[in-house]
């Protein structure tokens, strides 16, 4: 995704986006402190009908969406190069059970 420039960096631009109505796959770190600089964005996910998921690191997370930078959320958009592996995500993602 990062090589189609298919990914959403950081709170403001993922946020930006979501109220934009964009669709895609949300995936939060974990381990971002304080938890107040992002606990909204679940929620906006829900009340979009959008998927997310959490992984344990932002460290990890920068450097999976192509960055040199730690980064809290990102979201993936969907585009037709990687549409099957996207849709595998997607399932994926949607199998888990929701966070308490």
Known sequence: ASKHKQIRRGVKEVQKFINKGEKGITVLAGDTQPIDVYCH???????????????????????????????????????????????????????????L
């Open 41 to 99: 964005i679940p929620i906006m996910c829900e009340d979009r009908n959008l998927p997310y998921a959490y992984v344990p690191s932002k460290s990890d997370l920068g450097a999976a969406a192509g960055s040199k930078r730690p980064t809290c959320v990102i979201m993936i958009k969907p585009h037709e190069e990687y549409q099957e592996t996207y849709n595998e995500c997607l399932e994926e993602v949607e199998a888990l059970p929701l966070p």
